[in-house]
């Protein structure tokens, strides 16, 4: 155990690993979301309420998931720099901000487009809706306040910080829409009970779910390698891969 | 397959705009984040390149200039000068 946390330490250990794990990431993360998205797109039965708009679910689901997941993953993240001073936390926090953010905006987004033709109106001061907005906000703080200092102990330290405590957030989206009973609709999946929709619908969905997960672990540790080759680049390892040609190595993406 | 043509599948019985936008807004920004990090990748990994290319050639530069001259360069002062108004 402890071996293994020094050896998270090493920025030369993690690039080779990370190189290692990654075309997996990408290769079943493809084939899981695009087959998700298919068959909720042309396969799956029609909604007897809200028609073919439900359709949206197949990706509105993920985005907003895993947009909160992201979020948690961070705030692990930031605990671990404020406690052990791991580099390769604030590594992290830093490559997956943007992708958290961009999670965001797309779940916000697809939200709206359905609610227009299921609720009639893209928007509304809903519990569900307004928390999901802050997560934005809380995002864009992050991604600003990493940018904010000169100082890379500093900055670290500061967008931990404001990680950990924006986590208070994640509970509020969660149970938003049973303390608030609003216009948003309840969870669709729970861990504790068997999914209300017929297994034609949550099928695809869960596809769809897992595949953007991995998809988000490959761009989560291409972006923490190109972090970690920044910088480190005065090291010697670093300067080694570079003269060997920028080779398949670094061009790669993981394929 | 859920629909009995492919206009059908297109149209989606009315809400073709919405599920369509939505799709389309996923597919454009997944492609964004990817985009961002292959450009982010290639730019550390270019500026690095250049560095290493400037610091080979300066060490050349520096290794010539010992060969040639023997590392020594006459520089002018204007000390000789000074010396001869006093």
Redesign the interface.
Known sequence: MWQFFHKLGSPKWFYGIAGRFMPWLLGFGLLLALAG?VWG??????DYLQ???Y??IF??VP?AFLAQSVYMMMAVAGVITLVWKMKLADVFVRAAA??GA?LT??AL??GA??G??TWGTWWIWDARLTSMLILLFLYLGIIGLAHAYSDEKTAARAVAVLAVVGVVNIPIIKYSVEWWNTLHQPATFKLTEKPTMVPEMWVPLLLAVLGTYL?FGW?AL??M??EV??RE?RTRW??EL??AG?GSQ??S?GA | MAFDSFSAFVVMGGHGPYVWTCYGVFFLLVALIAWLSIRDRRQVVRSQQREQAMVSSGQADTARRARAGGGFQRIPTTQNESISKS
């Open positions: 998205i797109l042309a396969f799956a039965p029609r028609g073919n708009s359709r949206i990706i509105h985005t943007p992708v961009i905006v797309l987004f697809t487009v359905w227009k033709p998809l761009a291409y972006r390698q190109t080759l920044r680049r670093v300067k570079i003269a920028g670094l061009k993406r």
